[in-house]
């Protein structure tokens, strides 16, 4: 116990020396200060696209819901506040927008203001400038999507990659432990093959700069695995330099993971709004006398929206994900059975939709 109890407190004074004294390679941090400019820029205009493209979707669901007052209540006092309200939307987008989304988003504007001039002089042509305002907006957001979900799986690679470098410097301290407190070469040989292992995982999924010095650092690996049995002083040394190299690399995806954990909240609040918009177009169908394959197949866009969050939800918020999803199958039959309770079912969940966002 004695025994265990120092070889504890050396491995953690060991791992604490190397973050702080080893010397970091002077022109391998000249090339990650390049690479880190890149990155930062390449995070920022992606964590603006998905701001911009939440707030494109809010204003949808502002226009979708001055459509519904419009067509329903016949309160154009009420729809004249949701279609600012959609103004509001639009303007924050254009603040989080590139220049070319900006241009679509003045054009929609343009067009939100001419729907306001003829709400306001009660002309009758102002439905259908509401259908094509919102016909708009969602042609503008699937492109605003398009590009987020390409830049989303950007993400995911930095993740993967940090990862794997990350399991590549436990192996090397693993292997200098193995070295320095258990006298065993044959050990930290083996780490030193998983380390290997973990520099070619995270090659496959960094960028095509970054990969270069990924596969540098894996054949530093495949050196000290040959040479360390023959002279395991000179290859404690290398490692302590390879975890110096690795960590400036690791250090280079710390923002990546940070502004990955605030998309992921981002795109949770995206889902809830489109599932929302979805009630909203299903409650306008129903009140149009459109066909059920119609209402219906809102109703299921809504119920996979949903859906989509469940997996990454917390137990209270996954309760109340499947308890509306429970209430749109009872819609559903309803609607099959063109049950007259229909309206009210999804005037129900739309209020249920609701709540939702604001506890949120």
């Not at 410097?169 to 193995?178: M, Q, T």
């Not at 059920?292 to 859906?307: H, I």
Request: proline content about 1%; charged content about 30%; glycine content about 0%.
């Amino acid at each position: 116990m004695e025994f265990n109890l120092k070889k504890n407190i050396i491995t953690t004074c060991l791992i604490f020396s190397l973050g702080l004294s080893v010397n970091s390679p002077q022109v391998f941090a000249q090339e990650t200060a390049s690479q880190d400019v890149v990155q930062k820029n390449e995070k920022k205009s992606w964590q603006d696209a998905i701001k911009s493209q939440l707030e494109l979707a809010k204003a949808k669901l502002s226009l979708l819901k001055a459509e519904n007052e419009l067509w329903l209540t016949k309160n154009k006092v009420k729809t004249q506040e949701l279609l600012d309200e959609s103004m509001k939307n639009l303007e924050d987008a254009w603040k989080a927008s590139d220049s070319e989304t900006r241009v679509q988003i003045k054009k929609l504007t343009q067009q939100v203001n001419n729907t306001k001039t003829l709400l306001t002089e009660k002309n009758d042509d102002v439905i259908l400038e509401m259908h094509s305002l919102i016909e708009s907006s969602q042609s503008m957001l699937n492109a605003a999507r398009a590009k987020t979900e390409a830049n989303s799986e950007a993400l995911k690679n930095e993740i993967s990659t940090r990862y794997a470098l990350v399991t590549a410097k436990s192996h090397e301290l693993k292997a200098i432990i193995a070295l320095e407190i258990d006298k065993s070469p044959e050990k930290a040989h083996q780490e030193m093959i998983k380390a290997e292992r973990a520099y070619h995982q995270a090659s496959e999924t960094a960028s095509e700069a970054i990969a270069k010095e990924v596969l540098k650092l894996k054949q530093q690996a495949a050196n000290v695995k040959s040479n360390i049995t023959a002279n395991s002083n000179a290859s404690k040394a290398q490692i302590e330099s390879l975890i110096t190299a690795t960590e400036l690399q690791i250090n280079s995806y710390k923002e990546t993971v940070e502004q990955g954990n605030e998309a992921s909240l981002l795109r949770k609040r995206y889902a809830q709004l489109e599932a929302q918009s979805a009630l909203l177009k299903a409650r306008l169908a129903l009140y149009s006398n459109e066909a059920n394959d119609t209402v219906l197949s809102y109703l299921n866009e809504s119920k996979s929206w949903y859906s989509s969050l469940k997996s990454k939800s917390s137990d209270e918020l996954h309760d109340k994900l499947t308890e509306i999803s429970v209430n749109i199958d009872e819609a559903k039959q309803f609607v099959h059975r063109k049950d007259k309770e229909a309206r009210a079912k999804v005037s129900s969940l739309l209020e249920q939709a609701a709540e939702m966002v604001r506890k949120e």
